[in-house]
């Protein structure tokens, strides 16, 4: 499951992910993202024009785009990894440092920084018409029901075809249904296939990995979160090799806070631990690593403990999948798992 987010700030990424965690599912592409009639019912050959069903109607692309705007962070990962870049794009990181991976796909497009609007206070419609793009990317937003009556007069809008489907669509589906309204069918599919060849050239190249029961949380303002419940999507802490222990069935997206009095509901073979308040969380990092219980852990005395950081964007990356993520999160992610099982 890939949720739309915004990465600003961090930690209301992360406390979001309390209750979804979509961990770079690898799921299958559902038709119901959004149906297509006439040229474009050979899925995005890059004929025109494109007519796609939405929640709200129908979105008809008649040339094919060459201005796209975007109104989530998402949807300009979708963009990027599709080889476009916006013209318009929401300012996310409010003059923090733009995540390592997007900052790549930037500059692999000739470019330094993006040009965006200020969302403070969500999307910015005259910025955006005042750029006239021949479409609007909004696969990846909470946020069309409110918006889609004021973008829909500027260009035609790509988003969802069910309002549900702002919650439960992969970062894959998004990308599809961008693609076939762009034209880029053919390059989503190259873009899918490469960050599943990431993870997977990963997964062997680290067959220690296999079979590891592995325990994931975060420690947020309110609770420590059992973040690897049973109910979560399979994702790449699964694709790597690893699986959940047992006792993930005692917890739910409804269900997920661990006490200090059950710090040993932790235990397994790998922990792995993200702190994405600080010291506004239930309990910072050295308190929880100086608790006796937490010490006492076998994963713990045993060395089998490690942080994934947030402060890099790779806690918030791993809950939030998007079309750029894959091979950063993989070339991150394998070094700390690597030395957690080696417990070194």
Not at 239 to 260: C, E, F, I, M
């Amino acid at each position: 499951m890939s949720l739309p987010v915004r990465r600003r700030p961090l930690a209301a990424a992360l406390l979001a992910s309390a209750t979804c965690l979509g961990l770079l599912t690898g799921c299958g592409f559902s038709s119901g993202t959004g149906s297509s009639e006439g040229k474009a019912a050979t899925a995005g050959d890059g004929s025109f024009p494109v007519s796609l069903t939405n929640a709200w109607g129908r979105t008809e692309v008649k040339e094919k785009p060459v201005r796209v705007a975007t109104v989530s962070d998402g949807d300009t990962a979708i963009a990027l990894a599709l080889g476009v870049v916006p013209v318009i794009t929401p300012d996310v990181e409010d003059g923090d440092k733009v995540a390592e991976y997007k900052q790549r796909a930037i500059e692999k497009l000739g470019e330094k920084k993006l040009t965006t609007y200020d969302d403070t206070d969500g999307t910015d419609y005259e910025a955006i018409a005042a750029e006239e793009p021949d479409v609007i990317l909004g696969v990846n937003t909470w946020d069309m029901d409110a918006d889609y009556a004021k973008l829909s007069p500027i260009a035609p809008v790509v988003t969802f075809g069910d309002k549900k489907e702002s919650d439960t669509l992969t970062w894959q589906e998004r990308l599809r249904t961008a693609a076939e309204a762009l034209g880029l069918t053919a390059k989503a599919d190259a873009v899918i296939a490469a960050n599943e060849k990431a993870l997977k050239d990963a997964a062997a190249a680290h067959p220690e990995f296999r079979g590891k029961v592995y325990t994931y949380s975060v420690v947020h303002p309110e609770q420590i979160t059992y973040m690897s419940h049973a109910d979560q999507d399979p994702g790449v802490f699964e694709q790597l090799g690893l699986v959940k222990h047992p006792r993930s069935k005692n917890y739910s997206a409804d269900k997920n806070g661990v006490s200090l009095e059950n710090l040993d509901e932790l235990d397994s073979d790998l922990l792995l631990m993200t702190y994405p308040f600080g010291d506004e969380g239930l309990l910072s990092a050295s308190e929880l690593e100086s608790n006796k219980l937490f010490q006492s852990l076998d994963v713990v005395k045993k060395k089998h403990f490690a942080v994934v950081p947030s402060e890099n964007t790779l806690a918030s990356a791993i809950a939030y999948p998007d079309a750029l993520s894959a091979p950063w999160v993989v070339e991150n992610l394998t070094p700390i798992l690597a030395k957690a099982v080696a417990g070194k």
